[in-house]
């Protein structure tokens, strides 16, 4: 079974990959970790949907880079680098002398290659970080012969430090003939003036694909290494690099490298393909078969038998439903017979594909139901409150179970709709009250502190959930941390704002056993399309308080609105009982929109932490399968100044389903945020069960992305 890997690289840095085979088109990657030679870009895109992850190593330099192609004609890039002894020139001690730089990328296809005329794509290097990476390029590359590449490109900015020449786009206006020297104010800022203006400069190279395994590199590079030379004990000595790269059987690259005619570079990129499951097949059980209507007819609990007659008989269909539910990881909430149908309720807690969990309960119905039945409406639950219904005739059961393309006939047959009134007769015996609980370890990480790159923690969590009627449920969480660094950070907050989340190194080292949340919470419904959400504690590690939400979302719609109010006081930093002076009223009007294919865009406007008013944008790539990339950002009316360190609040998050590592149908999910900076501006309060992540799989959208598991 393919595993997570961890390997830790020098100056503290750990790259993180997925040991899973990606198809790629047919290129190489740089050790800026994207599509290159050895240091200059190239045209190509990767295929799209991949993430390559690079680790690359020269002299005093180590680069770390996720690359992620988000669209066929564009990808973007995160890089986190090491650079030994750059802040020592002039007696500097900062960090130890050392350099930890955090730089984003964007890189768009202007045209794809042709049989008689290039690829040509435009790009920014460290448009949104310190700078010291600061360049844009035009640059194209045409396979010539099937095995040989030729690349060449203009660069401005770092990519200008050799041979450089007067701007030829000076000519369309003046301000692209001066380029300033000191970079963006401050990290995070978009130097937008800088863009593409100053002195330019050609780069080039080949690359000829000796066989299926061994591809041979030579490039011409414009950059000379200027603040290096200067800063810390780097030589240039020429401006040609040399290079053999061997692709594995996996998909994945090494590079080895001769570069600038006075170091050798490593470097290493492994690719990774969201839209493969690591196990495609799935490893968990089949589902069951369906038996013939008339052994279902003389099955024990659908024959007449001592009792009361029809509700005898419900109650043992009920006995009978229920524990097979229970079998595939689905609880029974509600079940109603209604003439020639029938209404059930469950509730989901094994399948990531709520389409799968409807396929399975729509089985063991068929298998169940006395043959009268002939409808199943099938009521996706969240703590007792009605999600969406799935109405499945049980004849097209029978005629789809082995047809081809049965999966998406069947969906085009099926109904979604809101949800049917669930009487409070039709609950089943034992639903609620009802307990459930977690139990197990736990791993929290921060990155790009300075002092320290990774920081981590590792302990245990319990945690209780108890709902005591439908919609009305209490929950805790505790932790209790074991190893690890996060408490020995001993970087100060200078925030000149309320520290709402700098002080986050002081909740890691003052606290032990922490009460991580521990709240009462009412969902329900007051209306069509319509969700409510109050809660009431601690509701995260830093803040407690009231918190409510409104949210109109059509079960066929694409489009959601939402709307939340939260006042609340932050926590003492032993995270126990503790409450310190700061409060703060803070709230937010969202709209939520899933885009054609699989993109997600979320819209959030209103009052932060911190009391600064501002929006924060979000867009996702979800994959069918539950793999989810994105990136938000945030802007408020908090300066940049104000701000600090990073000059807004922005980010990269990864989603990935376990199922998508065992192929075992769960629920589970690695989830990472990964923040340049963490400050106090644009600081959101995280709140349990936000309707909208309640909802969604319930939505005919949803539903319909996942609906190739319904035969599952």
């Known amino acids: 079974m393919t595993r997570l890997k961890s390997i830790r690289l020098r100056g503290g840095i750990a790259l993180f990959m997925s040991l899973t085979p990606a198809g ?18 190239t045209a190509e895109m990767l295929e ?20 992620f192609q988000m669209l066929p004609w564009v990808h973007g890039s995160f890089r986190y680098a090491y650079i030994a002894d750059f802040d020592s020139a002039g007696g500097s001690t900062i960090f130890g002398g050392d350099r930890y730089d955090r730089s984003f990328d964007l890189h768009f296809r202007l045209r794809e290659e042709s049989r008689r005329a290039p690829a040509v794509t435009l790009g920014l290097r460290d448009f949104g970080g310190t700078g010291i990476y600061a360049s844009e390029y035009l640059v194209a590359t045409k396979v010539v012969r099937d095995r040989f590449k030729v690349t060449g490109g203009v660069g401005w900015g770092r990519l200008a430090g050799r041979g450089a020449f007067s701007n030829p786009l000076g000519a369309f206006a003046d301000r692209f003939d001066t380029r300033t020297t000191e970079g963006a104010p401050e990290t995070g800022q978009l130097d937008f003036g800088n863009w593409f203006s100053g002195d330019a400069a050609l780069f080039g190279g080949v690359s000829w694909q000796y066989n299926d395994r061994l591809t041979l590199l030579v490039e011409y590079s414009s950059d000379a290494y200027t603040e290096e030379q200067a800063n810390t004990s780097f030589e240039v000595n020429s401006p040609f690099n040399f290079g053999v790269q061997y692709k594995f059987k996996n998909g994945s690259q090494l590079t080895g490298s001769y ?44 024959l007449p038998g001592a009792g009361n007659g029809a509700v005898d008989g419900t109650k043992r269909r009920q006995a009978v439903l229920g524990r097979y539910l229970e079998e595939e990881g ?36 068929a298998n169940t139901q006395p043959p009268e039945v002939e409808r199943f409406d099938i009521a996706l639950v969240a703590n007792g409150v009605p999600l969406s219904v799935v109405q499945v005739n049980r004849a097209d059961l029978y005629e789809l179970e082995h047809d081809l393309d049965g999966a998406w006939r069947s969906f085009t047959r099926a109904r979604v709709s809101d949800s049917l009134p669930l009487v409070e007769g039709g609950f089943v015996d034992g639903a609620y009250p009802n307990l459930s609980y977690r139990f197990g370890p736990y791993l929290q990480a921060s990155f790009f502190d300075p002092v320290s ?10 945690g209780l959930d108890y709902t005591i009627a439908p919609g009305l449920s209490l929950s805790g969480a505790i932790r209790q941390p074991l190893i690890g660094n996060l408490d020995n950070a001993t970087r100060q907050s200078n925030s000149v704002l309320p520290r709402v989340r700098s002080d986050w190194t002081r909740y890691a080292s003052e606290s032990g056993l922490r009460v991580e949340h521990l709240t009462a919470e009412y969902l329900w419904r007051p209306g069509a399309d319509l969700y409510a ?4 504690g601690y509701l995260e590690q830093m803040f407690g308080g009231l918190s409510a939400e409104l949210l109109w979302f059509p079960v066929d719609s694409r489009i959601a609105f939402g709307v939340e109010a939260n006042y609340v006081k932050q926590r003492d930093f032993d995270v126990l009982f503790g409450f310190q002076d700061y409060s703060v009223a803070t709230g937010h009007v969202s709209a939520y929109y899933d885009l054609p294919g699989d993109y997600h865009v979320q819209l959030d406007v209103g009052r932060y932490l911190a009391g600064d008013h501002g929006a924060t944008v979000s867009v996702d790539r979800e994959f069918n399968n539950g793999f989810k990339v994105g990136a938000f950002f945030t802007l408020t009316d908090v300066s940049f100044e104000e701000f600090g360190e990073g000059s807004f609040d922005k980010g990269i998050r990864l989603e990935i389903p376990v199922s998508w590592l ?19 501006g644009g600081a959101r309060l995280n709140v349990r069960n936000r309707l909208y992540g309640v909802t969604r799989e319930a939505r005919s959208q949803s539903l319909a992305q996942g609906w190739g598991r319904f035969l599952r």
């Open 24 to 41: 790629l088109g047919a290129q190489t990657v740089s050790n800026y970790g994207t599509p290159g030679l050895i240091d200059i870009p």
């Open 48 to 67: 799209d949907g991949t993430l390559a992850f690079t680790a690359g190593y020269f002299d005093n330099t180590l680069r770390a880079t996720m690359t």
């Open 259 to 302: 570069m600038y005619g006075s170091t050798l570079g490593l470097s290493y990129t492994y690719f990774l393909d969201p839209h493969k499951n690591v196990a495609p097949g799935g490893q968990g059980p089949s589902p069951s078969p369906l038996l013939p209507v008339d052994a279902v007819a003389l099955a024990s609990w659908n």
């Open 330 to 365: 689905l609880r029974l909430v509600y079940l109603e017979e209604r003439g020639n149908s029938v209404v059930v309720g469950i509730e989901n807690g094994n399948y990531g594909q709520a389409a799968q969990a409807v396929g399975r309960t729509a089985r063991l119905l």
């Open 453 to 462: 790159p990774l920081r981590y923690e590792v302990g245990a969590g319990l």
């Open 533 to 536: 959400r109050t809660s009431f």
């Open 662 to 680: 065992t192929g075992r149908p769960t629920r589970n999910r690695l989830g990472q945020v990964i923040r340049p900076v963490l400050r106090d």
